[in-house]
């Protein structure tokens, strides 16, 4: 009897062809999840999606604004936000439909990161800028500006103002997205701006530097009055409710601007415009 013919295969040898046959099958996801840098670059307003691709941004150090997670995801998102919290990266927990929204409904994996526009600086960053140049620190603070089409009108002013940064907030702002940079037509990568924890703690440190805080309110004196001569930061309060209480609290002086229609209030970027160039006009003379 040949016992060739009733012999089992091995189950070294069955499992290496099974084995074969799943890697074969694993093997598209695999170079899905390993998208190469110029689809990066395609995603929605300048999203980067899915675990590899945001964790290797991340390793390499590109300028990250806000990190999305769906919080029931496991496994490698950990890690991921980890070195996001440790580069000082929002992140921001939200369902895992609203990703899928986010991104078009791409193979996100539980993870989109949107991408900044510019890096970040440092309050003192900014305050040396004015150092090197050897004039009078001349700061446009927002406060809590949540339209980024606003944020980046405002951003555009300042530029052309030569305003020498930007504040803003960590939380309930906008940030230096695709649509803030498109705004501010490019200027949000020329204009330095600080993303700071906390508004108030910001506006003390003016302070301590010299600098005058001036805050914009319907109830505040005349524009054309202040002195914009010295050391100054305007503050720009929000599209609905202006200047929050503690940062008016902080405010050394309000300042309003004159309304003679029947409307109460100007558009965020638009007020800011005007208070800024009566500096310009205030400090060129």
């Known amino acids: ?90 992140v921001k927990s939200v369902s895992g439909s609203k990703l899928s929204q986010m991104c078009e409904n791409a193979a996100h994996q539980g993870v989109i990161a949107s991408g900044a526009c ?69 200027a949000a990568s020329l204009v330095p701006v600080a993303r700071v924890p906390n508004i108030v703690n910001a506006l003390e440190e003016l302070k301590k530097q010299g600098v005058w805080v001036f805050g914009t309110a319907m109830d505040g004196a ?9 050391a100054v930061a305007l503050v720009i309060g929000s599209e609905g409710t202006g200047m929050s209480r503690l940062v008016r609290e902080k405010c050394d002086h309000l300042v309003s601007l004159p309304m003679n229609g029947k409307i109460n209030s100007l558009n965020a970027s638009v007020a800011a415009g005007i208070f800024m160039y009566e500096a310009v006009r205030q400090r060129r003379g």
């Not at 005349?222 to 010295?230: F, H, I, S």
């Open 1 to 90: 009897m040949d016992n060739r013919k009733t012999r089992k295969p091995s189950p070294g040898k069955g499992g290496s062809r099974e084995h074969s046959r799943t890697e074969s099958r694993r093997r598209p996801e695999r170079e899905e999840k390993r998208l190469p840098a110029e689809d990066i670059q395609q995603a929605p307003e300048g999203l980067i999606i899915g675990r590899n691709p945001v964790l290797e941004a991340l390793k390499a150090g590109k300028p990250i604004d806000t990190l999305y997670i769906d919080p029931e995801a496991t496994g490698s998102i950990r890690s991921i936000v980890r070195i996001a919290r440790e580069r000082g990266i929002v």
């Open 118 to 186: 510019a890096e970040y600086v440092t309050l003192e960053d900014i305050l040396n800028i004015s150092r090197r140049k050897g004039t009078k620190p001349f700061i446009i603070v927002c406060d809590e500006i949540e339209d980024p089409h606003n944020l980046g009108a405002v951003i555009r002013t300042a530029e052309a103002a030569g305003a020498d940064g930007v504040i803003i907030p960590k939380r309930r702002s906008a940030s230096l997205n695709a649509t803030v940079f498109k705004t501010s037509a490019g």
């Open 222 to 230: 005349d524009y054309t009055t202040a002195d914009l001569t010295g």
